[in-house]
C-alpha cells in the first residue's frame, strides 16, 4: 500500500521560508517522480514542482521559480520543498504527489498517489 505523508506546513510572514516534507513508502521510491501541487481556496489544485525519479531534472511553475526547490532523499525515501520569499499568494493546502506507475512524469490525477495535505498560511 503507497503512503505519501507531508509535513513542514505552517504559518509564516511574508518573505519567511518553509521546508516540507514528504515521506512515502509502499513503493520502490528511486524508480518514481515526485510532485508537489497546491490548493487554494475556490482554485483548482495546480503543479507546483516535480522531480525525475534520479532527482537529475526539476520542473517548476512560473510563479515559483526561483524561490523554490523541490529535492529527493532516495536513500531516505523523502521528497522535500524548500520554499523561500513565501508570498501571501503562496498560501494553500500543498500536496505530495507521485504517478500511478513508475519511470514517468505525468501526475495530478485523482487515480494517482496523493498524500493528505500540509496547510502552508503566509501572512502579509
Known amino acids: 500500500q503507497v503512503r505519501l505523508v507531508e509535513s513542514g506546513g505552517g504559518l509564516v510572514q511574508a518573505g519567511g521560508s518553509l521546508k516540507l516534507s514528504c515521506a512515502a513508502s509502499g513503493l520502490a521510491f528511486s524508480d518514481w517522480g515526485m510532485g508537489w501541487f497546491r490548493q487554494a481556496p475556490g482554485r483548482e489544485r495546480e503543479l507546483v514542482a516535480h522531480i525525475t525519479w534520479g532527482g537529475f531534472s526539476t520542473y517548476y511553475t512560473d510563479s515559483v521559480k526561483g524561490r523554490f526547490t523541490i529535492s529527493r532523499d532516495n536513500a531516505k525515501n523523502m521528497v522535500y520543498l524548500q520554499m523561500d520569499s513565501l508570498k501571501p499568494e503562496d498560501t494553500a493546502v500543498y500536496f505530495c504527489?507521485?504517478?500511478?506507475?513508475?519511470?514517468?512524469?505525468?501526475?495530478?490525477?485523482?487515480?494517482?498517489?496523493w498524500g493528505q495535505g500540509t496547510q502552508v498560511t503566509v501572512s502579509s
Open positions: 504527489a507521485a504517478p500511478r506507475v513508475p519511470h514517468i512524469m505525468a501526475m495530478g490525477a485523482a487515480s494517482d498517489y
